[in-house]
């Protein structure tokens, strides 16, 4: 009994050198919110809009960390049935009637594309990238 004790206790007190490498945390955890501003859609930087999302949908959103930047003109742009653009434009981030009707009117499975420009208080114009998504209807 005494051996086994002995045993126990090396086997907790001695390092082992077979013992697994810590655990790293996820970096995504450290890494930093925000970034330049960016479109969001239905809380979406890109991919499927539905038709309820679509329906409850009032106004394109910027995320990124530019506190006071805001959305100063915005267009929504389509392929119509010959492959010729097509788009409705307003001068805020607010979805239009006209925004509202036609993409409610495309087919399933249609790309549109929402552009917007941007400004900060100081009046800095931001760069934003192009939002891509497909009409899920």
């Known amino acids: 009994m005494c051996t086994q004790a002995f045993l126990l206790a090396s086997a907790l007190l001695i390092p082992s050198f077979h013992a697994a490498p810590p655990v790293q945390p996820d970096a995504s955890v450290f890494a930093p919110v925000g970034g330049p501003p960016r479109i969001s859609v239905a809380d979406k930087d890109k991919g499927e809009i539905t038709k309820a999302e679509w329906a409850a949908l ?3 959103e910027l995320h990124g960390c530019v506190p006071d930047a805001r ?7 389509i392929k119509d049935c010959t492959n010729k653009a097509a788009f409705a434009s307003g001068t805020d981030g607010t979805i239009t ?9 495309l087919p399933a499975g249609t790309a549109f594309t929402v552009k917007v420009t941007v400004k900060d208080a100081k009046g800095k114009v931001w760069e934003v990238p192009d ?7």
């Open 97 to 105: 009637n006209a925004m509202r009707t036609m993409i409610a009117n």
């Open 131 to 137: 939002a891509h998504y497909v009409w899920k209807g």
């Open 58 to 60: 009032k106004s394109v």
């Open 71 to 77: 959305i100063t003109a915005l267009t929504i742009c």
